[in-house]
């Protein structure tokens, strides 16, 4: 019996170790290849192609999150709340990724269900994005090819980040116009407020959270959310919504900068900003012992105190 058992503990100890082991290849940085989810939810926006695009929209995983690259196809997911939850407020979830791929399971489902179990109607965002190489093995290439290297920085001086070439965003913002009007239209059927529709975005999620704040006119946002993006200042539209505000000060986006939040703060439109001690880049709802893990907790208050979660008077 003895034996027994001690060949049962050397069989669940090797499991544990066996598992142990997959998890940690399905969630360090190599870029694994992933077979095309179904996304039966997901709603064509009808918003075009994009020219020269290689290949086919495809998918990989890396760092354990699903991911997808050569969008040429806008979509939009709606997460709804469950019924008798819903408080007729909707967020529009722009993921992250550079304009080149998409983060769909990190900034995307998990933060858009997150929203929905807070009684938002949730939409994630799948926006067209500009190519990268046909084969994974050329994208992966592409995305470890070695950096510019710069020289240490003064520690007696504010950093900097490094200007970043700008990209034509006319086709992610007429993603996010078409999303925006779609959820209008379908506003009685999914049960939103239409004057409090908002968006959050994450990393270029973020940026083009911004772009449509500032440039879009078909765009009457409530509120926005741009989650680690940059901290450029900004010229800040008069009627610009109230913006929430969240980076980790080991992010490289943030370089000791606070642009943006100025630019909130100068032109007196309300603004919540948190700087978390670490965190880094990418975290989506949080990462392991990282401050910025309590973001969305945050993100959640501020909406109850914008009385953005109780149900509108009459509705």
């Given at each position: 019996?003895?034996r027994?058992s001690?060949?049962?503990?050397?069989?669940?100890?090797?499991?544990?170790?066996?598992?142990?082991?997959?998890?940690?290849?399905?969630?360090?940085?190599?870029?694994?290849?992933?077979?095309?989810?179904?996304?039966?939810?997901?709603?064509?926006?009808?918003?075009?192609?994009?020219?020269?695009?290689?290949a086919?929209?495809?998918?990989?995983?890396?760092?354990?999150?699903?991911?997808?690259?050569?969008?040429?196809?806008?979509?939009?997911?709606?997460?709804?709340?469950?019924?008798?939850?819903?408080?007729?407020?909707?967020?529009?979830?722009?993921?992250?990724?550079?304009?080149?791929?998409?983060?769909?399971?990190?900034?995307?489902?998990?933060?858009?269900?997150?929203?929905?179990?807070?009684?938002?109607?949730a939409?994630?965002?799948?926006?067209?994005?500009?190519?990268?190489?046909?084969?994974?093995?050329?994208?992966?290439?592409?995305?470890?090819?070695?950096?510019?290297?710069?020289?240490?920085?003064?520690?007696?001086?504010?950093?900097?980040?490094?200007?970043?070439?700008?990209?034509?965003?006319?086709?992610?913002?007429?993603?996010?116009?078409?999303?925006?009007?779609?959820?209008?239209?379908?506003?009685?059927e999914w049960?939103?407020?239409?004057?409090?529709?908002?968006?959050?975005?994450f990393?270029?999620?973020?940026?083009?959270?911004?772009?449509?704040?500032?440039?879009?006119?078909?765009?009457?946002?409530?509120?926005?959310?741009?989650?680690?993006?940059?901290?450029?200042?900004?010229?800040?539209?008069?009627?610009?919504?109230?913006?929430?505000?969240?980076?980790?000060?080991?992010?490289?986006?943030?370089?000791?900068?606070?642009?943006?939040i100025?630019?909130?703060?100068?032109?007196?439109?309300?603004?919540?900003?948190?700087?978390?001690?670490?965190?880094?880049?990418?975290?989506?709802?949080?990462?392991?012992?990282?401050t910025?893990?309590?973001?969305?907790?945050?993100?959640?208050?501020?909406?109850?105190?914008?009385?953005?979660?109780?149900?509108?008077?009459?509705?």
């Amino acid at each position: 019996m003895n034996r027994l058992s001690n060949t049962r503990k050397a069989f669940l100890l090797t499991s544990l170790l066996l598992l142990r082991t997959m998890i940690g290849l399905a969630q360090d940085g190599t870029i694994y290849p992933l077979e095309t989810p179904a996304e039966t939810n997901a709603i064509p926006l009808g918003t075009g192609s994009v020219a020269d695009q290689p290949a086919p929209e495809s998918w990989f995983r890396q760092w354990g999150d699903p991911m997808a690259r050569n969008i040429s196809k806008a979509t939009l997911t709606p997460f709804l709340p469950k019924a008798g939850t819903a408080n007729g407020t909707a967020v529009i979830v722009a993921p992250g990724g550079g304009f080149r791929w998409l983060s769909m399971g990190n900034e995307g489902w998990e933060v858009a269900q997150a929203l929905a179990d807070k009684g938002i109607a949730a939409f994630v965002l799948k926006y067209r994005l500009h190519p990268t190489p046909a084969s994974l093995d050329e994208f992966t290439a592409w995305m470890n090819r070695p950096r510019t290297s710069t020289a240490a920085p003064d520690s007696t001086k504010t950093a900097t980040p490094a200007p970043r070439p700008q990209l034509d965003l006319s086709n992610q913002l007429a993603d996010a116009e078409a999303a925006y009007a779609m959820i209008v239209s379908r506003a009685k059927e999914w049960g939103v407020d239409t004057a409090r529709i908002g968006m959050i975005g994450f990393s270029a999620g973020a940026g083009l959270t911004m772009h449509a704040t500032l440039h879009s006119q078909k765009m009457k946002l409530a509120f926005i959310g741009p989650i680690y993006g940059g901290m450029n200042e900004v010229v800040v539209p008069k009627n610009a919504p109230p913006m929430f505000s969240a980076i980790a000060s080991d992010d490289f986006l943030f370089g000791g900068q606070f642009g943006v939040i100025s630019s909130w703060y100068k032109a007196g439109i309300p603004v919540e900003f948190h700087l978390y001690q670490n965190g880094g880049h990418g975290f989506g709802l949080g990462n392991p012992d990282r401050t910025s893990n309590r973001w969305f907790d945050a993100f959640i208050y501020w909406l109850q105190v914008n009385k953005l979660l109780q149900p509108a008077a009459g509705k």
